[in-house]
């Protein structure tokens, strides 16, 4: 037997003992001897040797992997990993340190082989059907990734890219997002979260590039999160935006990012639906940029995006009013000009063509 045949096998081998432990649960009495064959497959049987194969190696100008045929085994690799997440805690325990091992011996391997096939890097010519095929087992591999937070945070300082790649997948998700299962779909919101909650606390740390730090990104992936999942993400979202003033970016940027998180989380709950926590989360969020330094305008642009949208009911306003909330007059024009385009958000009846008039709500 080949080494290609042996490093196959053992993979094939340790997903079908991994979705043994997982679905079809081992009698008390070979459960111990099942893991001791998984520890073994980890340790000796090598089933994570297709990802030594350096993507990036090319025969001149031409990649030499370009579909999704020669992906395979690399494919098989990430979705061989996929029923760790689904361990019971004591087996979790008891394999944890076994796969932890094996993630950090190929989490080089592995954040390379992500970044290869992501479609936004282009590395990989595969026609648009393909990649449904692609995208389920790389949202699957991330989150075993993430599912064993303290190898990731390790590998972090040197694989910072492990974070851009989960946060590239969501600009490619929305296609696809409805064929994934429930369950996974579930699992990629909790790894984002961890992810972008990271990225925001420990930016120095998770630092990429001097001009593209990951709080950024960050950012930039929960303008494409929360449109699935608003009442989740929003905050997230917004808690990335005082980052971004601290960081010196162009104004403009930071306002149209915060008017098109702010835009997509008023115009995804409904009025029916904000809890008093929730109105209190944005206008305490927003206040604090307001009174940091540089922070005004941009809170300031922000209240006035909620403000314009009809869709957010009286009682709201008379909240924000009773909270002392009110952005200061007069409205700015500008705010209009975000880059994003309102019908996808709601109705153009739903979205008044002039600012409401805020005062006649102070006295509700």
């Known amino acids: 037997m080949s080494a290609s045949e042996d490093s196959q096998a053992a993979y094939t081998r340790l997903r079908d003992l991994l979705r043994g432990l ?129 190898t990731v945070s390790k590998a972090l300082s040197e694989l910072p890219h492990l974070y851009m790649t989960l946060f590239r997948l969501w600009f ?19 790894c984002t979260e961890f992810a972008m909650r990271n990225a925001v606390r420990s930016p120095q740390y998770l630092q990429s590039s001097v001009s593209n730090p990951l709080d950024i990104q960050a950012t930039d992936c929960a303008l494409a999160v929360v449109k699935h999942h608003p009442r989740r993400f929003y905050k997230y979202a917004v808690r990335c935006i005082p980052r971004l003033i601290e960081s010196c970016i162009e104004q403009n940027f930071v306002e149209a990012r915060l008017n098109t998180i702010m835009l997509y989380a008023a115009g995804a709950l409904k009025p029916q639906a904000y809890p008093r926590d929730v109105v209190i989360s944005i206008t305490e969020v927003l206040r604090a940029q307001q009174e940091a330094p540089g922070g005004h305008v941009a809170a300031v642009y922000a209240f006035q995006i909620l403000f314009a949208i009809w869709v957010i009911s009286e009682r709201l306003l008379a909240d924000l009013a009773r909270l002392d909330s009110m952005p200061p007059p007069p409205f700015k024009p500008e705010f209009y000009r975000v880059d994003i385009d309102f019908e996808d958000i709601m109705p153009c009846h739903q979205i008044s063509a002039h600012p409401p008039d805020l005062h006649q709500f102070a006295e509700l």
């Not at 929305?174 to 919101?189: G, K, T, V």
């Open 22 to 150: 997982v679905y079809v649960p081992a009698a008390i009495t070979t459960l111990p001897d099942a893991i001791k064959q998984v520890k073994k497959i980890l340790r000796i049987g090598k089933p994570f040797e297709p990802l030594l194969v350096n993507p990036f190696t090319r025969a001149g100008d031409v990649p030499r992997i370009s579909s999704v045929l020669e992906i395979r085994n690399v494919l098989d690799v990430f979705d061989a990993l996929e029923p760790v997440t689904k361990l019971d805690d004591s087996l979790t325990a008891a394999l944890s340190d076994s796969i932890t091992a094996s993630l950090q011996k190929y989490s080089a391997p592995i954040a390379d082989w992500l970044e290869y096939i992501l479609p936004s890097r282009g590395y990989v010519r595969l026609q648009p059907m393909d990649y449904a095929l692609v995208l389920p087992p790389i949202g699957r591999i991330l989150v075993v990734l993430f599912h064993y937070k303290s």
């Open 172 to 190: 490619h998700l929305e296609p696809s997002l409805a064929c994934l299962p429930q369950e996974h779909a579930r699992d990629l919101y909790r």
